[in-house]
């Protein structure tokens, strides 16, 4: 941005600070994309050139109007820990963290009404006191925000039950913002909330949500052992259908995970581990079930005595796996990927016979449409990009789902096609196309045609 356009938009922001010290600028403007080597490259020297944090919708809107009239590029960031470069601006401009509107506006009847800045895991807290809970939480739940949630996440803890963050009836409604010279501030509801969700930012500016609740529960954390992979694979998709037992968190961890990621004092060398949370009543059953695929329960904790602590296994679990291992062993990377609820159990084995030790298998039992499944975060023993691209596509062309990582580009990371709900919002709020240009190929493809 040339100092002229800076001039304009600070007069514009009147007393709304505009950061523009480098190494603000630096951590701002990137996520865990670094989980990548491929996004590590790409992304490389992508920054904000400048930062504004505004405390109220207010501000938001202030900025939303000035990055319009300046032709401003503006990108949303919440607590930055996105794995895929989500809140990197691709074309610089300027970055708004949304964190400063972080309230939790009210909770009653099974629903939170929260500012999009609010961490979820103050949501969460503010529910309990009224005998609720989230439903989803992302393992990153001490930082992250709601509006990162909905717009970068996909589900994590809680997903075994509720599916994912985009299944209709998890988020109610949102509050979002238009970038024009006079923004518009609408509620979508429902499908048209939805067209907001996943987005990466690019097609509005969230500042309220409305989250629905589930009844607050006792949880119980065990880590459960087996001899083999497939026995654990059996048990778990076994307990995800097991009715009797109240779920929050299935995830298998095949050999050598357990060790690579500093569960070795629980699990032995050579065994897969599984970590779960359920009702403290079901433990017995949990036992019963893990018995009948020669499994033994290793160790088991009180969720309310290490919730929100690095000492819960929520943080062993989803892309806190990852994290884990890369903090300790170099060359390694990861997929994500969905099996599909019919055939799940043999394309697991089919993947996990053909890749061996290349592609360590971490799984996450969910629902989907009703149905238990599992979506894989393999772990990867890294060598080349070419290498990488023929492992993604071995499993594209065995129908396994992959949710590429590896890619900035919206389109590329999900779905693989244009979704017309998202495109139709990002026509109506952010006409000029002012939000981080660049990430939603199907509106760059749209300008060029026009
Ligand atoms: C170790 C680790 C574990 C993780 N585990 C999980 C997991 O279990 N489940 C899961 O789903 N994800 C997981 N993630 C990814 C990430 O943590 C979650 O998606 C998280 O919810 C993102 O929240 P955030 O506030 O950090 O969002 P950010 O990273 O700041 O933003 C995410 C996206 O949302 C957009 N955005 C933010 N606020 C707004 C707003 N107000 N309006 C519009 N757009 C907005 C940003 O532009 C960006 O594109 C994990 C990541 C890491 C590094």
């Known amino acids: 941005m040339d100092q002229n356009t800076m001039q304009r938009l600070a007069a514009d922001l009147g007393d709304l600070e505009l950061i523009t010290d480098s190494t603000a600028?630096?951590?701002?403007?990137?996520?865990?994309?670094?989980?990548?080597?491929?996004?590590?490259?790409?992304?490389?020297?992508?920054?904000?050139?400048?930062?504004?944090?505004?405390?109220?919708?207010?501000?938001?809107?202030?900025?939303?109007?000035?990055?319009?009239?300046?032709?401003?590029?503006?990108?949303?960031?919440?607590?930055?820990?996105?794995?895929?470069?989500?809140?990197?601006?691709?074309?610089?401009?300027?970055?708004?963290?949304?964190?400063?509107?972080?309230?939790?506006?009210?909770?009653?009847?099974?629903?939170?009404?929260?500012?999009?800045?609010?961490?979820?895991?103050?949501?969460?807290?503010?529910?309990?006191?009224?005998?609720?809970e989230l439903r989803l939480l992302p393992s990153t739940y001490r930082l992250a925000t709601a509006g990162g949630f909905f717009c970068g996440g996909f589900g994590g803890i809680g997903s075994i039950t509720y599916g994912s963050i985009g299944d209709p009836g998890n988020v109610l409604g949102v509050r979002a913002m238009s970038l024009a010279e006079q923004p518009e501030v609408a509620e979508f509801r429902s499908a048209e909330a939805r067209d907001l969700y996943h987005?990466?930012?690019?097609?509005?500016?969230?500042?309220?949500?409305?989250?629905?609740?589930t009844p607050a529960m006792n949880w119980q954390e065990a880590v459960l052992s087996f001899p083999s992979f497939m026995e654990g694979v059996r048990f778990c998709q076994t307990l995800g259908r097991a009715t009797g037992v109240i779920k929050k968190l299935l995830t298998l961890l095949a050999d050598p995970l357990p060790q690579m990621c500093g569960l070795g004092k629980d699990v032995g060398e050579g065994r897969a581990a599984v970590l779960c949370l359920v009702n403290r009543a079901a433990l017995e059953a949990v036992e019963e079930i893990a018995a009948n695929f020669n499994g033994r329960i290793e160790r088991q904790q009180d969720n309310a005595e290490v919730y929100g602590t690095a000492k819960s296994l929520v943080e062993h679990t989803w892309n806190h796996t990852t994290l884990h291992i890369l903090r300790k062993h170099k060359d390694i990377t990861y997929l994500q990927s969905g099996f599909r609820p019919w055939e799940n159990v043999e394309k697991v084995e089919q993947m996990y016979r053909h890749f061996g030790d290349e592609v360590m298998m971490h799984l996450e039992f969910l629902k989907a449409d009703g149905a238990v499944t599992c979506s894989g975060l393999q772990v990867i023993r890294y060598t080349t990009e070419e290498r990488l691209n023929q492992i993604i596509q071995y499993h594209r062309d065995n129908g396994v789902h992959v949710s590429n990582p590896h890619t900035y580009i919206l389109e590329d990371g999900g779905k693989l096609s244009v979704d017309p709900g998202q495109l139709a919002m990002k026509q109506r709020l952010d006409p000029a196309g002012l939000l981080n240009p660049g990430k939603m190929r199907s509106w760059d493809e749209k300008g060029a045609a026009a």
């Not at 987005?199 to 609740?213: D, M, R, S």
Request: hydrophobic share 40%; net charge positive.
């Open 25 to 132: 600028l630096q951590r701002y403007s990137k996520d865990f994309s670094w989980f990548s080597p491929v996004l590590t490259e790409a992304l490389e020297g992508k920054r904000a050139d400048a930062i504004v944090r505004p405390t109220s919708e207010e501000q938001v809107r202030r900025v939303a109007a000035a990055c319009y009239r300046h032709r401003v590029p503006l990108t949303l960031r919440g607590s930055g820990t996105g794995n895929y470069g989500q809140c990197t601006p691709l074309r610089g401009g300027v970055l708004m963290d949304m964190s400063g509107l972080n309230k939790v506006l009210w909770i009653a009847d099974g629903v939170a009404r929260v500012q999009a800045g609010a961490r979820l895991v103050d949501i969460d807290n503010a529910a309990r006191e009224k005998g609720w």
């Open 199 to 213: 987005a990466y930012g690019v097609n509005g500016v969230i500042t309220e949500l409305e989250f629905a609740l």
